[in-house]
């Protein structure tokens, strides 16, 4: 009698997880955004990424791709931030959505009474934070050349794409790379009001 009890148990908690394992499958496949939201939700950006990649598959949509590369960031994986940062920017509708994010992003903090210390930009968060990647997994050159791309023609913002790189040659004590940034920054036309700001970068990487 005990032996048919709990094959009996068994089965059925054999059979439930079957059934939790299939029903995880579906959702997986069939609604990955929901997916990449709940991981989102639990602070688990690196799955978040890869549900969000499968949602850019499916869909092709600026907004997920965009998805994919705010979740890499988040997750710090440096070679997604690459895979889909590189992508993000290459795409001509790049410039519209930053300056569309930056749109809510100042309606959120207006509606919130919230004033922010400096400027935000998405467009030198994405650009930053990839030429930040692509210095880590050794593209030094590539690196350069995005955070220089990032600030073409816009002076120079607060927490720029080239400050960002700064930043982590300082931290790696990287006197190549500071002194390649140190003579790229001198030679950008500023606004008289960026000049302070310039000049400490500047020092900075002394």
Known sequence: MKNIISKTAFKTILV?????????????????????TFF?????YR???????????????FDN????????????????IVNFASRMVQDER?????????????ETLSKNNVTASTNYSYKQYIMGNLA????VLDDADGALEIA??????????????????????????????KNKLREIIKEIQVAPDE???????????R
Do not use: W
């Open 148 to 177: 220089k791309t990032a600030v073409k023609g816009v002076g120079f913002p607060s927490n720029n794409a080239l400050v960002m790189l700064a930043q982590r040659a300082v931290t790696n004590s990287d006197e190549d790379m």
């Open 16 to 36: 439930v997880l079957i059934a939790a394992v299939l029903a995880f499958g579906v959702a997986s496949l069939g609604f990955p955004q929901h997916m990449a």
């Open 132 to 135: 930040c990647s692509m210095y």
């Open 195 to 205: 000049t302070e700001y310039r000049d400490s970068v500047i020092e900075f990487l």
């Open 40 to 44: 989102e939700n639990t602070g688990n």
């Open 94 to 106: 790049f410039d519209a959505y930053c300056e569309e994010r930056d749109k809510i992003i100042a």
């Open 47 to 61: 799955f978040a990424t890869g549900y969000a990649s499968l949602a850019y598959t499916y869909s092709g949509t």
């Open 65 to 80: 791709l965009a998805r994919c590369v705010d979740d890499s960031i988040l997750s710090g994986s440096d070679s997604n």
